[in-house]
């Protein structure tokens, strides 16, 4: 992620943030200086103080509970995290659910919910 045309985001919106490859987007835009706001169900009390760590002072890495399931609650925390930190100039959604069977026998509705 190091060559941005117009340079590195100032402040990025990440849900899924808190693990996996969301949790992977957020480390390397902190080392860019970017500003995170992670949206996830949880984050591990242990992943919260390494990001912090890893920082720089001028750099807020704000934490958001919110179920991407859940619209109102999505926007909720994606409104208090723009007053918090600012706008994004980066979203990326990472935000995963996990929903085991077969495709073919899946309930139609848990096919909408994953898509």
């Not at 706001?37 to 807020?60: G, I, M, T």
Request: glycine share 8%.
């Amino acid at each position: 992620m190091t060559s941005w045309k117009h340079g590195a985001p100032r402040a990025a919106f990440i849900s899924g943030g808190g693990s996996g490859i969301g949790l992977c987007l957020v480390k390397s835009l902190i080392s860019e200086g970017t500003s995170v706001a992670v949206f996830d169900l949880r984050v591990d009390d242990s992943v919260v103080a390494e990001l912090q760590n890893n920082a720089r002072p001028s750099q807020k890495i704000e934490f958001y509970a919110a179920d991407v399931t859940d619209p109102v609650a999505v926007e909720a925390a994606m409104e208090k995290a723009a007053s918090d930190m600012s706008p994004p100039d980066l979203a990326i959604n990472s935000a995963g659910m996990m929903r085991n069977g077969e495709f073919t026998v899946l309930p139609y509705e848990t096919f909408e919910r994953a898509v």
